[in-house]
């Protein structure tokens, strides 16, 4: 069994800052990329930003300059510090990790549950 386990979702004005954390506990054998995505209310789950093993990480368009994914490898945990929040920005976040765990054969993606990010105008 794995967990993903998010926190630190809230409300807060444009132009704030909030941090996310995600830590990863159970069967876990090894993590390659850590990752966050988002859904906002009617749209399609897209993908924030991503980091891998060795600290290469990859952002979309619309958070570059803004966001920063870092990752703690010893612990299995991933943050995403977000700052000069924009409405825009307003979705559940979720946390996801392709790993593989002590049983398994393969890599996989496992997601956390999500934690709702609401900026306000």
């Known amino acids: 069994q794995v967990q993903l386990v998010e926190s630190g979702g809230g409300l807060v004005q444009g132009g704030g800052s909030l941090r996310l954390s995600c830590a990863a506990s159970?069967?876990?054998?090894?993590?390659?990329?850590m990752g966050w995505f988002r859904q906002a209310p009617g749209k399609q789950r897209e993908l924030v930003a991503f980091?891998?093993?060795?600290?290469?990480?990859n952002y979309a368009d619309s958070v570059k300059g803004r966001f920063h994914i870092s990752r703690d490898n010893a612990k299995n945990t991933v943050d995403l510090q977000m700052n000069s929040l924009k409405p825009e920005d307003t979705a559940v976040y979720y946390c996801?990790?392709?790993?593989?765990?002590?049983?398994?054969?393969?890599?996989?993606?496992?997601w956390g549950k999500g934690t709702l990010v609401t900026v306000s105008s």
């Open positions: 980091i891998n093993t060795g600290g290469t990480t």
């Open positions: 996801n990790a392709f790993l593989k765990t002590t049983s398994g054969r393969s890599y996989s993606d496992y």
């Open positions: 159970g069967s876990i054998f090894s993590i390659n990329t």
